[in-house]
């Protein structure tokens, strides 16, 4: 007997039936709905690009999980790679900007949500396939669009319903700053990034350990940063340690901009400087964030400014920044919002006889023309109760029960599948009520 366990989707990946799937869709409905409102215009990129697009972009450990694709045909047997499935929207986002840079708007404001793919190992909450949400404006090197997208994220997060986020702000440049003061090297600045990136994972100790044993910094640097990054007065400790740095200072200024142009949108409790925001991503180059949740672990959301990574694509260059929204987490905690079970059909028409199942499938395409979601049973038991069974499990509002003695009559009973009230209409008018009866409540 075969295991349902080879029925498995891949490790990392999942099958989304249909009350999930039109959950998800809904809520990718009310993203594109607030992105567009912002003046966002939708691009859509192959699932797969060339590798040489890709590498490179990430850092060490993000370019480690890039799923690699082998060349085919007669370079099979050479086990090398050409493609990958695309590991972000930014990159390609990048590519397509320096492909169509001369017939795109300046500044360009673009949306996309789509699948993404990582050769990670996943751990709860955690997949390989997953899909982003993503906005970026390219061609505005101006502190308004850091703030633009920032403020366009919050009110997607607000649309959708999530209960409680917070946006943590920090500049790559007061990093920067912060490892000027601790007199790193600066051929050891960006390794030293990527671990500190790892303080909401690791223990202090750990980052410690990892800076000089992994990043050759000394162990007077690695516990001064780690201890100023970690202190229950960070702010302070950091914005004090950065008045020695022309770069650090830039970097606050950075910020205390972005919290400026937000703070009449966005309520002081649910935007703030975060020194310990890292960001490990080398395309990064001024302003960063990450938004997070009670009891969500990593972040929902998280962005920032990467003004050279379009020339590092070999295209002109350009300033840069975006945002994306973790759906996947987000989602999870709109569950306890839903309120009506998933209904397939708002309108399910029997089928009581081979007599009457011409005049069914005409009365569904009429109810179906006047905008109505309607099924027609279609079961090989014309039993009366099989069939109200079937209205109830499709989740159908009203069941429309076409009998010989409707026929004769010249109408249909309409049923009210919740209350189990049921009236008579004539047969040319059913689509017109149904229509009336199924429309929301202004």
Not at 326 to 339: A, N
Request: proline share 5%.
């Amino acid at each position: 007997m075969a295991s349902l366990k080879q029925f498995d989707p891949a490790s990392g990946t999942r099958d989304f039936l249909a009350a999930e799937y039109e959950r998800r869709e809904h809520a990718f409905a009310t993203i594109r709905t607030v992105f567009a409102r912002y003046g966002f215009q939708p691009l859509q990129t192959p699932a797969f690009e060339r590798l040489d697009v890709l590498t490179g972009k990430y850092g060490d450990e993000g370019d480690k999980l890039i799923f690699k694709i082998l060349r085919r045909g007669e370079h099979e047997a050479s086990g090398e790679a050409d493609l990958a499935l695309r590991y972000d929207l930014t990159v390609p986002l990048a590519r397509a900007a320096a492909a169509y840079g001369s017939q795109l708007p300046s500044p360009y404001k673009r949306y996309a949500i789509a699948p993404v793919w990582r050769a990670d190992r996943p751990g709860k909450g955690r997949f390989r396939e997953f899909v982003q949400c993503d906005l970026d404006i390219v061609g505005s090197s101006s502190p308004l669009s850091d703030a633009e997208v920032v403020l366009a994220l919050h009110d997607a997060l607000d649309s959708l319903g999530v209960p409680e986020f917070r946006f943590l702000v920090n500049s790559r440049h007061a990093l920067f700053g912060l490892l000027e003061a601790y007199e790193v090297p600066d051929e050891l600045g960006s390794g030293a990034l990527i671990t500190l990136d790892k303080l909401d994972k690791l223990s202090p100790e750990a980052v410690v350990s990892e800076l000089v044993a992994s990043r050759g910094l000394s162990q007077e640097m690695a516990q001064g940063l780690v201890d100023d990054l970690t202190a229950a007065d960070a702010v302070e400790r950091v914005r004090t340690r950065l008045k020695s740095s022309e770069t650090g200072q830039a970097g606050l200024a950075e910020v205390d901009h972005l919290l400026e142009l937000a703070k009449d949108t966005i309520p002081s409790e649910r935007i703030g400087f975060t020194p310990n925001l890292v960001r490990g991503l080398d395309y990064y180059t001024g302003i960063i964030f990450e938004v997070v949740a009670p009891d969500v672990p990593g972040s929902i959301a998280s962005g920032g400014r990467y003004d050279s990574l379009i020339g590092r694509l070999g295209g002109k260059d350009a300033p840069a920044c975006g945002g994306s929204l973790g759906i996947e987490r987000i989602l999870p905690l709109l569950s306890q919002t839903e309120e009506a079970p998933y209904a397939q059909i708002e309108v399910a028409v029997t089928v009581m006889g081979e007599e009457q199942a011409a005049d069914s499938f005409r009365l569904a395409a009429q109810i179906r023309r006047a905008g109505v979601r309607t099924g027609v049973y279609l079961g090989s038991s014309g039993k009366f109760a099989k069939q109200m069974k079937w209205a109830s499990e499709q989740g159908a509002r009203f069941c429309v029960i076409y009998g010989a003695t409707e026929r004769e009559a010249g109408t249909v009973t309409l049923r009210d599948m919740d209350s189990g009230e049921q009236v008579q209409v004539p047969f040319d008018q059913a689509a017109e009520d149904l229509f009336r009866r199924c429309a929301p409540s202004s």
